[in-house]
């Protein structure tokens, strides 16, 4: 069994990757969205469609696209009857976003990851 203290967690998780969920990917509804379009990146669709696609709703998904658009992980096409999302074409940020996924294949890494925004979550309520 894993220690998931909060001093645990944080010693657990690379500086670089805790700042990316810190200040980037601090719940879990960004990290779902943000993994979608890491596993579709030709994806261009609507917080409705994303919602619906994740099995979540509409109100926390729309929240956290505008909230990943805002740090630069996403773009936004605003259309007169729609907001399109679209995963950044910056190449830090894809990057930044690779090696975070990446991480995520490990196990350990992700349960740590998962209690850090848990914790990070908790503490900003």
Not at 62 to 90: C, F, K, M, S
């Amino acid at each position: 069994m894993m220690n998931l203290d909060p001093d645990t967690v944080t010693r657990n998780i690379e500086p670089g990757l805790r700042t990316f969920l810190t200040e980037k990917l601090n719940t879990l509804v960004k990290w779902d969205v943000l993994r979608f379009f890491h596993r579709n990146p030709f994806a261009a669709e609507t917080a409705a469609q994303i919602a619906a696609a994740l099995g979540r709703d509409l109100e926390s998904v729309a929240g956290a696209t505008a909230g990943l658009a805002e740090t630069g992980l996403l773009q936004v096409q605003r259309h007169p009857n729609a907001t399109i999302y679209l995963l950044t074409d910056d190449n830090a940020a894809r990057k930044e976003i690779d090696t975070f996924m990446q991480a995520c294949d490990n196990a350990r890494f992700r349960r740590y990851a998962i209690a850090f925004v848990l914790n990070f979550s908790t503490a900003r309520n």
